[in-house]
């Protein structure tokens, strides 16, 4: 069984910054996607940014562009999120999803596996 577990979210002041961690156990797959997630009260779910261990550079958003890092400790097992910068905009519930990454397919990401979700609160 696949698990992700967010932690780092928080609430923090405009121009602060956070890195949330995703900690991925139980993929015994091959290439993995990667991504994370946000969505604000009463606005539709956004992907921040994708990537997957297949290679390629990740795919952040425009909002994020700039602000955000993503990275991974392979031997942790764990996915990075460093936001900086922090808007209120960027006020809302983070997700890391994961799934196989599937060479085959267009877009070969589909994302199986969810963790609970992290707050992040920004403050003016």
């Known amino acids: 069984q696949v698990n992700l577990v967010e932690s780092g979210g928080g609430s923090v002041q405009a121009g602060g910054s956070l890195r949330l961690s995703c900690s991925v156990s139980g993929y015994t797959g091959g290439s993995l996607c990667i991504a994370w997630f946000r969505q604000a009260p009463g606005k539709q779910r956004e992907a921040v940014v994708s990537?997957?261990?297949?290679?390629?550079?990740?795919t952040y958003a425009d909002s994020v562009k700039g602000r955000f890092t993503i990275s991974r400790d392979t031997s942790k097992g764990t996915h990075y999120l460093q936001m900086n910068r922090l808007n209120t905009e960027d006020t809302a519930m983070y997700y890391c999803?994961?799934?196989?990454?599937?060479?085959?397919?267009?877009?070969?990401?589909?994302?199986?596996?969810w963790g609970q979700g992290t707050q992040v609160s920004v403050s003016s």
């Open positions: 999803a994961a799934g196989p990454y599937r060479y085959w397919a267009i877009p070969p990401c589909e994302y199986t596996y």
């Open positions: 990537v997957s261990t297949a290679g390629g550079s990740p």
